[in-house]
Structure formats: C-alpha cells, structure tokens
C-alpha cells in the first residue's frame, strides 16, 4: 500500500516566489494534517482537515499561507510570497478519525525540503 | 497550552543494552500517545500508539507505557542495535475540540554503537 505522498521531495526557490506543495494521503484516511519542522522550533502543526474541511488553522505562521483541500485525495499548502525564514521540512500526515475503531494513528509522508534563498 | 519534554535530548549507549527514553507532558486530558521514529533526513514512522485507556503497548523489542495521572508515558527499548540510532520523538495527541491535534516533543537522539 502506498504511503502518504508529498511532492516535490525537495524545492529552492527565491524570496518572493509562490511556492506550492502537495500531498495525497492515505486511502481511506479521512483527516489531514500539515506540520513544519525546523531546528528551532521542532515539528510544529500549521493545519489540519476533517473530512476535507479545515478544522484549525491556528498553527498557521501568516496569511502569507494558506492550505486547501479539493477532494478526499489532495492537500496544497501554499506560500506566496516566500521569504527565508519559511525553509524548513514541511510533513504531511493522513489518520482515520472518529467512529469506534478510530484511533487516530497519524501517518506521516516523507516531507518536502523548502529552501528559500 | 499543551507542553511535551523528552529526556534525555541524547543518549548513547553500546550495542545490548537495555534503554528507557522518557516523555512528560503537561495536560492529563490527553486522546492518545503516539511514539515515532525519525531518521535523518527522513520521515517519521509510528511506533505505537497508546489510547487514554491504556497502560501500555508493545511491539516486538519496543515497550511504551503511559501513566495519564501524572503526565508520563516512557519507550523502553529491549537489547539495543545499531540500526535502532535515530531520533525518537514522543507525540501527545489532544481531544475534546481539540481532537486530532499531535503536539510534539523535541525527541531524543540515541545513537547506539557497535
């Protein structure tokens, strides 16, 4: 099976471009999370999705992000415009949640390296 | 405000060895616990979950527990190799509103050697 999939693996890109990046979660998973790891900081959540619907996006660092999700398979998260202090591991993860077999295990995709110089 | 602190922040220890990694958090009214394992340059991968009901959990070499009334869940690691060297990263998982949310610790870095 097919594990949470993010794409591109890796993105550099200048201060100021919009940056774009993917993810298809688990089949089946019906909740979405984004989180943004860095060595300061450590693995922070910036969002997340409960059956396609944003549920808290208080992690979010400015409005200069914004994340969607269209369809139970795909999630963007968006920056425009980048600047530096957005490098970082951007990690997707996928869990079944809610109903009495949920136990919320989340998984997690292997990331995106974003450098923006 | 959820609060997670792992010890120790790194560890060393020769092969064999038996080795407990701690987690505290903050918040007794916790969802589950989720342990990880993050290789450089990697993802993370679940190692166990834990549900608010449990007292533990294992998987093959691994053993977590988790005591909810005084905020500790501990990763006890049986006969330690060199391929278990990696970050691992203890992750609190709310509920309530708040359900779904994971806040992580900032993980300990064990390195075992041959």
């Known amino acids: 099976d097919a594990g949470v999939i993010q794409s591109p693996r890796h993105e550099v890109t200048e201060m100021g471009q919009e940056v774009t990046l993917r993810c298809k979660p688990i089949?089946?998973?019906?909740?979405l999370f984004w989180y943004r790891q860095t060595m300061m900081r450590g693995l922070e959540l910036l969002i997340y999705?409960?059956?396609?619907?944003?549920?808290?996006d208080s992690g979010m660092p400015e409005d200069r992000f914004s994340a969607k999700m269209p369809n139970a398979s795909f999630s963007t998260l968006k920056i425009q415009p980048s600047e530096p202090r957005d490098s970082a591991v951007y990690f997707c993860?996928?869990?079944?949640?809610?109903?009495?077999?949920?136990?919320?295990?989340?998984?997690f995709g292997p990331g995106t390296r974003l450098t923006v110089l | 405000k959820q609060e997670v602190t792992q010890i120790p922040a790194a560890l060393s220890v020769p092969e064999g060895e038996n080795l407990v990694l701690n987690c505290s958090f903050t918040d007794s009214a916790i969802y589950n616990l989720q342990w990880f394992r993050q290789d450089p340059g990697k993802g993370l991968t679940s190692l166990l979950l834990?549900?608010?009901?449990?007292r533990e959990q294992t998987s093959g070499r691994l053993n977590a527990s988790l005591d909810k009334s005084s905020g500790r869940s501990t990763l006890y690691i049986a006969a330690s190799q060199p391929g278990d060297s990696a970050t691992y990263l203890c992750?609190?998982?709310?509920?309530?509103?708040?359900?779904?949310?994971?806040?992580f610790g900032q993980g300990t870095i064990l390195t075992v050697h041959p």
């Open positions: 993860a996928s869990s079944v949640a809610g109903g009495a077999l949920s136990y919320n295990e989340q998984f």
């Open positions: 992750a609190v998982g709310a509920g309530g509103t708040s359900y779904g949310k994971l806040t």
């Open positions: 999705f409960n059956n396609n619907v944003p549920i808290d």
């Open positions: 834990i549900q608010s009901s449990q």
């Open positions: 089949s089946g998973h019906n909740s």
